[in-house]
């Protein structure tokens, strides 16, 4: 934990000008991807919550088109979000993030209390564990494979049932559907090759430090939604129920038959979730709090 807290606090570098993508007008949502990733991948929440907010979704330092050559720690992503609020004079918001992005969403919160109206944490935890098999050559070979096809020829059955299913995606998802290969054609596999050795080593040398924030949740007063796909071998779901618990004042949803990338497996039953979950927390969205 001593670690950890030193890689928050300890070396800052200078800020990045992160790249954003903007959507729509009204109350602002703040949209973080997880690793590897990009803004672009957080579509299937922004192309919907845009129509009524405005969303935005930057390219973490390191990933999509927010490039750096240089080595930087995760204080630095923190920094860099900052500067976002204060580039688009946003004094609060809702924050949604997915993955590495919800871990950065708690740290926003503990960072910047008053900025944070509320979190919608997806795959996510503040003490994340995972328990994910040793990878083979075999599952490599057929992730490529999967991966080229599918860029082809999006949601091809073929495709998914000879290569997919026996690739690296069957740990990420458990419904092998047409949707969800089109996300992974349109948005993962760009964003996996636009993802920079910076921002693995940065993300590695947290978790080698044991990243662990539970004991300071208690800090985080706003209202909360920790989602999670029960069969998530990335960040397991009980991780994310832990984080749940730990929370002032949360709810806590966990998706049968689903995996880390849950969003694109069942993106309607998601997106139905957060908006009822706004319905009855409208203070997330009101910029008088």
Known sequence: MEEFTELLIGKISQPVQLNVYCQGQGFPILCLHGHPGSGLCM?????YLSQRFQTLSPDL?????SRTVEAFEMNDHLIDLERVLNRFQINRCLVLGWSLGGILAMELALRLPERVSGLILIA????????????????NLYTGIASILNRVSPGWRWNIETFGKRSLYRYLI???????????AQEALVAYLQTSKAATDALNQAL?????RLADLEQILCPC???????????TAQSSQETAQHLQESEWRCYPHTAHLFPWEIPNQVLRDIDDWIQRHPQVVDLKG
């Open 43 to 47: 579509s299937v929440f922004t192309d």
């Open 61 to 65: 330092r390191g990933y999509g088109r």
């Open 124 to 139: 996510t935890a503040a003490r994340p564990r995972g328990n994910h098999p040793a990878i083979a050559w075999q599952d």
């Open 174 to 184: 458990q419904n092998h559907s047409a949707t969800a290969y089109q996300y992974l």
């Open 208 to 212: 080698k430090a044991r990243y662990n």
């Open 225 to 235: 939604l920790v989602l999670a796909g029960e069969a998530d071998r990335h960040i």
